[in-house]
Structure formats: C-alpha cells, structure tokens
C-alpha cells in the first residue's frame, strides 16, 4: 500500500506528557499538511511543510505544538506537556505540488487521548 | 478568511432515497472546491471536485456543481445506498494562498436505512 502512512493509530498519553505522531507521505510526494479534528468537528488546517521548510504554520497553536519534516524520515507532530483539550484526531495528507489542483491524500489519523 | 457552510446533519434517509447535502463557501480568491467522505475509524476520501465556475464533479452516483454565482457546491445523489452512510465534508482550496491548505466544512454524518 503506497498511502499516506500515520503511526501510531492511537496514542495514549497522561496530562504532561509529550506525544509524538509521525507521517510518512505517499511515494513522489514531498508536500504534507498536517490537520485536527475534534470530536463531531471539521478537520482544521494545522501546518504546512515541505522537506526541511515549514511553509505555512498559520494553524498551530503557538505553545507547545511543533512539526518537521526532515530531508530523511517522516514528517513529525510533537505536542509538549499535552492537556485533555489535545485529545483529537490527527490526519496527515500529502501532495506532489505545492499548487495546482492536486488533490490531497489524507491518511487513516492518530486518535489522541489524554488522561 | 475562507470559510465554508455546511447543512447540519445528521440525516437519515432510506435506500433509494435522493440526497442533498448544502454546501456554501466564502473565499477572497478563485477556490478549487471538494467533497470528503469519512467512513468510520478512517481517514478522509476524495469524493469529487470541480476547480473552476460551472464544474461538474462527479464519482460513485455523487454529483456537485461549482456555482459562483450562490457560491455553492452542493452535493447530489438520485438513489441512496446502505454503503453510502458516513460523515461528507465539503472543503475548499485557495490558490491564491500559495499552498493548497483545505478548509472543512464541520461535516454531515449520513446515514441510509435499509
């Protein structure tokens, strides 16, 4: 299966602890976008990034959220001292292009539960 | 900023049924827009989309028209099936952003009885 491939599927995690959530993006694609989705909510963008660049991070919150996609491995989420609000799921998508109608491959997510 | 409506759900319908689902957007730019479907504990599939004015998308049944003119896309099937029933978001991309970041519709969750 060549899809966008998260781990874990579900992470556990108790109040101040750290979480980390990985994505490996479809073969060829070199674009990924990381979303959250609260439960009986929309996804809501995150962050953008590109090999070794974040490009958009115009999501994330400004404390304890980062991510990198380094030029070898996956692309990671990383949530410092997580709190109960965390709990989500996180989907990862990629993309061949920065722009040009390509739609985005998302993968299956990381159900985050904080306890 | 960009933003998208979508009719509330959930709706239940039974097989055969037709189906709508409402979907309205506001963007500054020229959007490229989509329907997801999410089937439970997965992630999100591509339905269909339509990147310019008067676009139809299609795929499965499924239909939408790109309307600029109500700014709307919504979502159209003539006959209903069990295997239908999942949560549909409508989302938007905007070009003009530089990337191709989607903004959600809070979703519908749909479901068709037998």
């Known amino acids: 299966n060549a899809g966008v491939m998260q781990n874990p599927r579900h992470l556990v995690r108790r109040r101040g602890q750290e979480a980390r959530l990985r994505c490996s993006p479809m073969?060829?694609?070199?674009?990924v976008y990381w979303y959250r989705q609260l439960p009986e909510e929309g996804l809501k963008f995150m962050v953008y990034?590109?090999?070794?660049?974040?490009?958009?991070e115009s999501g994330m919150p400004k404390e304890r959220f980062s991510a990198e996609f380094p030029k070898e491995g996956p692309s990671i989420l990383r949530i410092q001292q997580v709190v109960r609000g965390d709990s989500a799921a996180y989907f990862c998508?990629?993309?061949?292009?920065?722009?040009?109608?390509?739609?985005?491959?998302f993968g299956d997510g990381t159900r985050l539960s904080i306890l | 900023g960009d933003s998208v409506t979508q009719m509330e759900g959930p709706v239940t319908l039974s097989e055969e049924a037709f189906l709508t689902i409402n979907c309205t957007y506001t963007?500054?730019?020229?959007?490229?827009l989509f329907w997801y479907v999410q089937y439970p504990g997965e992630g999100l599939q591509l339905l269909l989309k339509?990147?310019?004015?008067?676009d139809k998308g299609s795929n499965k049944g499924f239909e939408a028209t790109y309307r600029k003119e109500t700014t709307s896309f919504h979502l159209e099937k003539g006959s209903v099936q069990v295997s239908d029933s999942a949560v549909y978001f409508c989302?938007?991309?905007?070009?003009?952003?530089?990337?191709?970041?989607?903004?959600f519709g809070t979703g519908t969750r749909l479901t068709i009885i037998p």
């Open positions: 998508a990629s993309s061949p292009r920065p722009v040009g109608n390509q739609p985005q491959h």
């Open positions: 073969k060829g694609h070199s674009h």
């Open positions: 990034l590109q090999k070794e660049n974040i490009i958009d």
């Open positions: 963007a500054t730019g020229y959007p490229s």
């Open positions: 339509a990147t310019k004015a008067d």
């Open positions: 989302a938007l991309s905007d070009p003009s952003t530089g990337n191709e970041k989607l903004t």
